[in-house]
């Protein structure tokens, strides 16, 4: 195929994709009446016109659009394809972007052990809550946090999430919190800004309405902007936190932190946890791998995250 009708192509995938001229010269970095002009050679090209145009913008026909996965997968296997190249053939790199959180309180304690079965392995962890495109950005994976994934993409569900306080024992003492409490009047709360877009999410005003708590001094407290730091200052016994039970589980399961008010004051989320990949996109054996082997922690977490959550003295 000659570079002219490559570029086309590729100026045609970017615009299905997108939806204008514009947005599709943003990622290529050429100009929209660059874009145009790709397009209108690969339309003199096949004797047809692709798209209808009108003075509020383009529309694709309806043929093409049907062709939109087949041209984003074929350009997101080439780009798979050089990366290896880059990386010498040797088929030991593996990049995967996950969110900070997930990263810093769920994968971090258990990351060693995926080592140890690939001593070799170059491991590219994105710890980013970024919006990433797996069709064409440098990733084999993603975990992310949200409803189900577009049809361009397979994904296996990890686990879901329960919202509910947690604080450390000794600030639990002090301050007498216990499953009968209904009032957070004295009681430091350290509250997560901006989580998530998930509506099915709680902040301690939502968490007490459901539990039907006083809604005097409910949104006193600190405030951060990250869950580690939240998590942190409840450890050190510096408040009552309000956070993802997956994010919370491994300072709880070691006794830094505990569930003051019972597992069964939770509310559960709408959103997963999911790893997601390409459809349609070969995997080597490393990526195989890395699967199959974050599909068993998960298994042992979600045993684990369901016998908490059947305790009572939690």
């Not at 050679?41 to 692709?50: A, I, N, T």
């Not at 980013?128 to 975990?143: K, Y």
């Not at 499953?179 to 999410?201: E, Q, Y």
């Not at 977490?301 to 369901?306: D, L, Q």
């Amino acid at each position: 195929m000659r570079i002219s009708h490559l570029n086309a192509l590729r100026a045609l995938e970017a615009t299905l994709r997108h939806g204008s001229f514009s947005a599709a010269a943003g990622e290529l970095g050429i100009t929209p009446a660059a874009v145009g002009q790709r397009v209108r050679s690969l339309e003199d090209y096949l004797g047809k016109e692709l798209f209808e145009r009108a003075s509020t913008g383009i529309r694709a026909l309806e043929e093409v659009r049907q062709i939109e996965p087949m041209l984003t997968n074929s350009f997101s296997g080439l780009a798979a394809t050089l990366d290896q190249l880059r990386a010498g053939l040797s088929g030991s790199r593996l990049s995967v972007t996950l969110p900070a959180s997930f990263v810093e309180n769920w994968l971090s304690p258990v990351i060693s052990e995926f080592y140890q079965r690939h001593a070799e392995v170059d491991l590219r962890l994105d710890a980013s809550n970024r919006d990433v495109d797996l069709l064409t950005e440098p990733f084999d994976f993603a975990v992310r946090y949200g409803s189900h994934p577009t049809d361009q993409l397979q994904g296996e569900v990890l686990f879901g999430d329960h919202v509910l306080p947690v604080c450390s024992p000794e600030f639990a003492r002090l301050y007498g919190i216990e499953p009968g409490l209904r009032s957070f009047k004295g009681i430091p709360l350290i509250h997560i800004l901006n989580r998530t877009n998930d509506p099915s999410w709680v902040g301690f005003e939502g968490w007490g309405t459901v539990f039907g708590f006083e809604q005097e001094n409910i949104l006193d407290g600190v405030r951060f902007s990250k869950v580690s730091s939240g998590l942190q200052s409840a450890i050190a016994g510096q408040g009552l936190v309000l956070c993802g039970l997956v994010e919370a589980f491994n300072a709880v399961r070691s006794g830094q932190l505990l569930i003051p008010f019972g597992p069964s004051m939770r509310c559960e989320t709408d959103y997963k946890y999911r790893l997601l990949w390409v459809r349609g996109r070969p995997m080597t054996r490393l990526q195989a791998d890395f699967k199959a082997w974050l599909l068993e922690k998960v298994a042992v977490f979600n045993k684990e995250m369901n016998a908490l959550l059947m305790d009572v003295h939690s």
